[in-house]
């Protein structure tokens, strides 16, 4: 049986048997795979040396079954476990949501390597920046922006007219975007966004990873932005998610 080679990071775990869980990873090579981990399962409330333990990255080794999607791990190499996460809550559960948005943005074997970088960059960013808030921010926007969703920004998405002059813009998330005070009338539902927090979220998207770092937005625009977004994202996953009770930005 043919054996895959790939960097993964461990997004979910589920208990199989006394012995083995189902380990969800998303995938340098193959996007997101459940693979079946035998004897890798944690003994008597202690990781054992062969735990596969959640947001971490590993050198992994599967063989791919036929006809099935569930594969079989045979080796996880750690590559990084990104200690921080270990001993603070508020990064913890950052660095979970981020896990939480790409297992529910993603098929499985849809591989996307674009997406694996900026989550691989993105844990980093939350376990060494001293406030992880716009590393979230900025995952959130660029993932929407790779997987297709990113929202018209720019201008009134209905008649394509400009929006800078107006203080407060309605964002409109079945039609896609923001809507010009007259095509708001047209459309029911929506919310109201402040004019500037627009521009900043549109200035993430296109931030790199060294500027991310050293970036400052002011709390209430953070407020905001994520407001926006998990407005957008219901909209697109017809759910809110479960990371939204523990984080706070
Ligand atoms: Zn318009």
């Known amino acids: ?10 997004l979910r775990r589920t208990d199989y048997s006394n012995s083995s869980q189902i380990i969800t990873f998303y995938t340098r090579n193959y996007g997101k795979i459940h693979a079946l981990a ?8 202690r990781y054992s040396s062969k735990a596969v333990d959640l947001l971490t990255c590993y050198q992994i080794l599967f063989i791919k079954k036929e006809h099935t999607s569930l594969h079989t791990l045979t080796e996880a190499i750690l590559q990084d476990n990104y200690p921080m996460f270990r001993n603070n809550l508020d990064k913890y559960y950052k660095a979970s949501y981020v896990a ?17 970088d900026i989550f691989l960059h993105t844990l980093s960013g939350i376990s060494t ?17 790779i997987l297709g969703y990113l929202p018209e920004w720019g201008h009134c998405v209905n008649c394509k007219s400009g929006i800078q002059q107006i203080p407060e813009v309605h964002f409109n998330a079945k039609e896609g975007g923001v809507l010009c005070g007259r095509c708001q009338l047209k459309c029911k539902n929506g919310i109201i966004v402040p004019a500037g927090v627009i521009l900043i979220a549109g200035r993430l998207l296109n931030m790199n990873f060294q500027r991310l770092e050293r970036v400052r937005i002011q709390r209430s625009i953070c407020v905001e932005i994520e407001k926006m ?9 017809n759910k809110g998610l479960n990371s939204w009770k523990y984080i706070k930005i």
Do not use: W
């Open 1 to 10: 049986m043919p054996v895959f080679r790939t960097e993964a990071i461990a």
């Open 38 to 45: 035998k004897g890798f399962k944690r003994s008597s409330g």
């Open 100 to 116: 939480e948005l790409v297992n529910e943005f993603t098929e499985e074997n849809d591989p996307n390597e674009q997406l694996f």
């Open 129 to 145: 920046d001293a406030d992880p808030t716009i590393r979230v921010l900025a995952f959130e926007i660029k993932t929407l922006n």
């Open 229 to 237: 977004l998990r407005y957008y994202i219901t909209f697109i996953l």
